[in-house]
């Protein structure tokens, strides 16, 4: 499959109930072939409205961040567990995002990133176990046939609480270095 193929899957999908009050499926933006995958939740009703990830308030935190921090556009690529909104922006049923999974597996396999970073508990959860509590697992590093993930809040959340600035931006900081580590002081 390519991107052009999973894309009209995706925009073509009706596997659970979130299709039918969707205005855009958002699979995700950032370069094709960038080494980084960051993975949220899914859709707000701004990225719902705009058919792009991460364009709302949490989205903006996290451009913020990761400029703050010295990634450079090529570096990443953003998805969502889910491609649809939920609706009032909940959280994922299971079995939405059981029905979305295939398409997040079909991005990694494009991708074919070194690195993922799981943003929030549902990310966490859905790619690295149910024992796995961003609050728990942050910060660390899990190794998978050559793929490093970690864990780190959703930006969202730091919109909650300010605690949880510090700490994202720290995690955020490891990933950089995991990245510099992987390919040598430039990145890529």
């Not at 705009?50 to 990761?66: E, N, Y």
């Not at 700490?167 to 990145?187: F, H, N, P």
Request: contains cysteine; positive net charge; glycine residues 8%.
């Amino acid at each position: 499959m390519n991107w052009e193929e999973l894309s009209d899957y995706c925009n073509n999908c009706n596997r659970c109930a979130l299709s039918q009050t969707r205005q855009h499926v958002v699979l995700g933006k950032g370069d094709l072939n960038a080494p980084i995958l960051f993975v949220g939740e899914g859709p707000g009703a701004k990225e719902d409205e705009m058919g792009i990830p991460f364009v709302g308030q949490a989205g903006k935190l996290l451009d913020l961040a990761l400029e703050s921090i010295g990634f450079e556009a090529n570096e990443y690529y953003v998805a969502n567990v889910v491609k649809c909104r939920p609706p009032q922006n909940r959280v994922p049923l299971q079995e939405e995002i059981e029905a979305c999974m295939p398409y997040l597996r079909e991005q990694f396999k494009l991708l074919r990133p070194k690195i993922v970073v799981c943003l929030g508990s549902v990310a966490s959860t859905a790619l690295l176990g149910a024992e796995c509590k961003v609050s728990v697992v942050r910060g660390t590093w899990t190794q998978r046939k050559g793929t490093y993930f970690t864990a780190t809040y959703h930006p969202a959340a730091l919109l909650r609480d300010d605690s949880k600035k510090l700490v994202m931006w720290q995690d955020l900081k490891a990933v950089k270095r995991k990245l510099e580590e992987i390919y040598g002081i430039s990145g890529k």
